[in-house]
């Protein structure tokens, strides 16, 4: 079958690149690299050259590419059934549901599909909670700035990016801006109307934003005393990648409703979730929300393989002592190439000196040493391997910083 798209025979980088720009909206910015093929903490290239993978899709991909857990799990259910739709009852939904809510001590679960729509069901839930329970409509929700919590567009009604909202209005009401990690601010801004606090534990596309100490606790306690709901952004933060299941755990907060997404899908489909107290999702009816692939046979398969992977503690282990070996080498390099380090667990975000390259500067670079990142905003990297990386290869490319960095 021939297409518009075919042209002469398509080799290089540049054929494939070309490709891209001219048939695929120009929403992204790619460093010019086109991978062919993936495995655990490496990719290839089409011209055979191998990176390693410093991003993991943005945490999408914690446990590396092509798990052979995840693979099996899927071709197994690719064998079975794939999409039932929730009009009818499926072998694996009910075992998806329970066993996350068991990894996250939580007891239900809203299975969706991408992370923005566990965020847009999060906001929803919270709002219907509020109309039945406490008789409030209409009420409001306190989100922090800096936030990045999807691009739909309720979520970038309050978002702080003007890149991600200008043109895209008008926009959603019932959203409080304050500014993330000053618990004062947070305690002025919660009233009687407020339904619910929205906040990532800790900020990843603000570059791994770490607040201080004591605000998750206090923010916990501000949404108790005025019987408000705290919902935690996990999406980015959870399912091990700071050492814990939860980002949150760190301070032994508990959130009312979490939003799950990236590595829940084990790298291999976009699954997402809600999990959270009965008391708040139970609230939701039939009919009153939904999605025709959310829960499907597959995302469940794969889902339940991703907790099962989380339940023997071995990912966490990592994240915690490859995270401290990463921060100490890290830490090194402030002063010289760098300005700051932030972040927990195998998570950082680092910002190059000023003087120095820019983040992209610094990405081009890095690939050319065979090393994939991305900034986050103009001079901040951030830093995600997979868990599964080895300490060798999570040197190789912290050599490859030290040196691209240091060129300043
Ligand atoms: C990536 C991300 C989202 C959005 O997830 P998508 O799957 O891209 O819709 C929401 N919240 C946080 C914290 C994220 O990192």
Partial sequence: MTTLADGPARTGPADFIA???????????????????????????????????????YSALNFGHRHPDLLAAAVEQLGRVTLTSRAFHHDQLGLFCSELAELTGTDMVLPMNTGAEA?????KVARKWACQVKGITEGEIVVASGNFHGRTTTIV???????ARAGFGP?????????YGDAAA??????????????????????????????????????????????????????????TVFALDHERVTADLYTLGKAL????????????????????????????????PLACAVGRAVVGLLSTGEFQQRSTALGAHL?????????????????????AGVDIAEGGLSGRQACEALMTRGVLCKETH??????????????RDLDQGIDALAEVVAVA
């Fill in 171 to 179: 926009f959603t009401p019932g959203f409080v801006v304050v500014p």
């Fill in 327 to 347: 921060h100490s080498r890290l830490g090194e390099l402030v002063g010289s190439g760098l300005s700051a380090v932030r972040g927990r667990g195998l998570w």
């Fill in 19 to 57: 490709l891209d720009e001219r048939w695929s909206t120009h929403n992204y910015h790619p460093l010019p690299v086109v991978i062919a093929q993936a495995e655990g903490a490496w990719v290839t290239d089409v011209d055979g050259n191998a990176y390693l993978d410093f991003l993991a899709g």
């Fill in 186 to 243: 947070l305690a002025e801004a919660i009233t009687e109307r407020t339904v619910a606090v929205l906040l990532e534990p800790i900020q990843g596309e603000a570059g791994v934003v770490v607040p201080p100490d004591g605000y998750l606790t206090k923010a916990r306690g501000l949404c108790d005393e005025a019987g408000a709901l705290l919902i935690a952004d996990e999406i980015q933060s959870g399912l091990a990648r700071t050492g």
């Fill in 265 to 296: 899908g084990g790298g291999i489909l976009p699954v997402s979730a809600v999990v959270g107290k009965a008391k708040v999702l139970g609230v939701l009816r039939p009919g009153e929300h939904g999605s025709t692939f959310g829960g499907n």
């Fill in 157 to 163: 009604s309050f978002s702080t990016d003007e890149t």
């Fill in 378 to 391: 103009g001079s901040t990297l951030r830093l995600a391997p997979p868990l599964m990386i080895s300490e």
């Fill in 119 to 123: 965020v847009e069901s999060a906001i």
